[in-house]
């Protein structure tokens, strides 16, 4: 019989969500005991103070972290998000889904996850720079291609990802591309990286459509979340035929029954940074946006925006979670109960950004690029094996697919750890 000797170091509501997901799903597998609290709890954390100094000459100190989950089944691998609300929890809880979501891939990697507290739309280009370098120089002791490969997340993008690979180079004296994925081209990024996870998800969209009869061509879809993943899901939609009515930011909704044009809204927010004032459509609020009646819900922004509230009042016939833990766990009972909407989980829904990643890290290892076609080609291989796997577990076991996604995935992490066993 285990027992945890836990600290109260993780404790908030979204690090409490993924327990309760993990109980759920270790209870309908029956994960033995004994294995159980070695499974759910990350293996290890680092808290990082970081002092840059201000375009005015002063120091602000911000706060940082970096949380491997499990290092037991490959190198840890997780974004970096910079936003004003992470927390040690939020940053443990995002980790412990990456673990199940490269374990569900089939991806050589254990999950990990950083964070930093700060709005970088704040941070001038030079201060965001020096926090970067900065965060990069004070976990690079921790990380490493064969230790812990970050990349970017909410808040961080590929020039952020460029810095820190320099950093990290100047700090070992050689050039290292393989320390983080999602970096630029000119330093060894992935052809197709950037897209990756919007691309994912719209080839996944696509697929369940299929299985449900709907036709792409002309389905409407709303997205919350207009940055990396909801522009590029945008766009890939689009590119199926489907028609986006409605996007948004954290400053407005944009709506347009006849469709917004995403081409013009990703121009405007290039050179205005948000949609506030975009005039593609009308305005409306995150809240009014999630309530839309429409053919795919995607929201690509943060976790537990969907409520119970909220879940009650879905008006799609298909959810495709892009960002991570949008659906909080009381209004999943809610999702389980109405045989009108289908679910696309995260672990399975944003996968495609790690799976680029993984081949980032393998070209950077090999030294050996491949260009966008196999990337793409490759990418659609692993997530249909992945969907594959997940509708095989979710019919053998009557499971909803997000448990089936969410076994699948602790199962062989708790597999790997149980053939390692306990040192000493
Ligand atoms: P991003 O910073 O590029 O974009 C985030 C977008 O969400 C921005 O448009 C922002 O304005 C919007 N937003 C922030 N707060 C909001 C709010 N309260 N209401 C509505 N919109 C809000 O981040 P991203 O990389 O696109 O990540 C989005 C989500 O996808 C996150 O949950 C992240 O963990 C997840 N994800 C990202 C990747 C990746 O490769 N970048 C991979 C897997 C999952």
């Known amino acids: 019989m285990s027992k945890a000797i836990v600290s109260s170091l993780y404790d908030s509501d979204v690090f409490k969500m ?130 812990d490969v970050p990349a970017p997340d909410l808040g961080t993008n590929e020039t952020m990802m460029g810095w820190m690979m320099d950093t990290y180079s100047s700090h070992i004296g050689r050039n290292e591309p393989a320390v983080v994925t999602g970096k630029p081209i000119a330093l060894g990024g992935s052809q197709g990286r950037r897209e990756a996870t919007g691309a994912g998800v719209a080839y996944l969209v696509k697929r369940y459509l299929e299985d449900m009869n709907i036709p792409i061509a002309g389905a409407t879809i709303v997205i919350q979340g207009f940055g990396n993943v909801g522009g590029e899901t945008a766009l890939a939609l689009s590119a199926y035929g489907a028609k986006i009515i409605a996007v948004s930011d954290y400053t407005t909704g944009i709506y347009n029954r006849g469709g917004v044009d995403v081409k013009k809204a990703l121009a405007y927010v290039q050179t205005q940074r948000v949609l506030q004032d975009f005039d593609g459509g009308e305005p409306i609020t995150n809240a009014q946006l999630l309530a839309l009646d429409c053919t795919v819900l995607v929201p690509a922004a943060l976790e537990r925006v969907i409520t119970p509230e909220v879940a009650a009042g879905l008006r799609c016939r298909l959810l495709a979670e892009a960002a991570n833990g949008p659906t909080t766990f009381d209004a999943d009972k809610i999702l389980d109960q109405r045989d009108d909407i289908e679910l696309i989980p995260d672990v399975l829904c944003n996968a495609g950004g790690v799976i680029v990643s993984y081949f980032e890290w393998l070209q950077n290892l090999q030294n050996f690029y491949w260009d966008r076609d196999e990337v793409m080609q490759k990418l659609f291989v692993v997530l249909e094996r992945a969907k594959n796997s997940v509708e095989y577990q979710k019919r053998k076991f009557k499971f909803s697919r997000r448990l089936a996604a969410q076994t699948l995935g602790i199962q062989r992490v708790a597999e790997a750890k149980r053939s390692r066993g306990l040192s000493a």
């Open 18 to 147: 993924a327990c309760r997901q993990f109980d759920l799903a270790a209870d309908a597998i029956n994960l033995p005991e004994d294995i159980r609290d070695r499974t759910k709890y990350p293996q290890r954390c680092l808290a990082v103070a970081l002092p840059i100094k201000r375009d005015n000459e002063t120091v602000t100190v911000f706060e940082g972290y970096r949380v491997q989950h499990n290092l037991h089944t490959g190198p840890g691998k997780g974004g970096i998000r910079f936003h004003p609300g992470v927390t040690l929890g939020e940053v443990a809880a995002l980790a412990m889904w990456m673990s199940w979501k490269c374990s569900l891939a089939g991806l050589p990697y254990g999950g990990a996850k950083g964070g930093v507290i700060v709005d970088p739309r704040l941070l001038s280009a030079g201060e965001l720079e020096r926090l970067a370098r900065r965060y990069m120089q004070e976990i690079a002791p921790f990380i490493g291609p064969h230790i």
